[in-house]
């Protein structure tokens, strides 16, 4: 699928944008379903009023997040929230839906385990890969929340490394309304940060290195709708606050080579009853 050229830039920059690997009608029949989904939830469900932040770090202390690895659970915008109180209507509140989508819903399903995706992930390099994680993130307009400077091996540690994130961009992505910004060649910097379980119910992080990484060399990647991009797993990148009135819907999926050891005390575990499963059965 890819061109040596295309090859070249991976091994150079640590990520690709493929224009158009999507067609815009699929994206949005996910996201039209995503508005069914959202229609069955009742988010007063005990516990169920977990902020996803990255800044806060206040779901890394939540059941509710720490045992989605095999659910289909949401999370709320911070700043959809007044005094404790949630001020807007789950639509316009959810920060993402993660993080067994594509094994337990079968549109979320269908659309991950396509020929196309399973051919760019052979031509990266995978032998064995086994779909991880999955998110749907709403990024809302004016509350979207920032998503801090981080490499995906960070939270899904295989030995060797191995994880590949497949960001689809759902809507158009821009500065404005918070596209994904990444720091070009920065795969080749050591990981500096590991966030693991603490043996205790909660999360810890180990540090390596606790210098930041060098974000102004960070470029920012404006896509169109349809675009996806794949991503080192040891590449910092982080998206900005939504400021716009735009949302900017995107959809990620977690890929690990079922070859490299997928750690007992990385955060996200699924229950025996989940085995991880490929692109194929
Ligand atoms: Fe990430």
Known sequence: ??????HQRWERDGFLV??????????????????ELLATIDPTTEGALSIFSTTEQSHARDDWFLESGDKIRWFFEQGAFEQGQLVRELP??????GHAMHDLDPVFSAFSRTPELAELATDLGFV???????????????IGGEVICHTDHTFLWTEPQSVVGFWFALEDATVDNGCLWAIPGGHRTPVKRRFRLDGQGGTTDDFFD??????????PLEVPAGTLIALHGTLPHWSAPNTSTQSRHAYTLHVIDGRAQYLDDNWLQRGDDHPLRGFVG
């Open 18 to 35: 493929l224009e158009d690997f999507v067609p815009t009608s699929r994206c949005r029949e996910l996201s039209e379903h995503v508005n």
């Open 1 to 6: 699928m890819l061109s040596s050229e295309q």
């Open 92 to 97: 316009a509140a959810v920060n993402k839906l």
């Open 210 to 219: 606790e210098t930041p990484y060098p974000e102004a060399d960070g470029v």
């Open 128 to 142: 064995d890969p086994k779909l991880l994680q999955s998110m749907y993130i709403f990024k809302q307009p004016t």
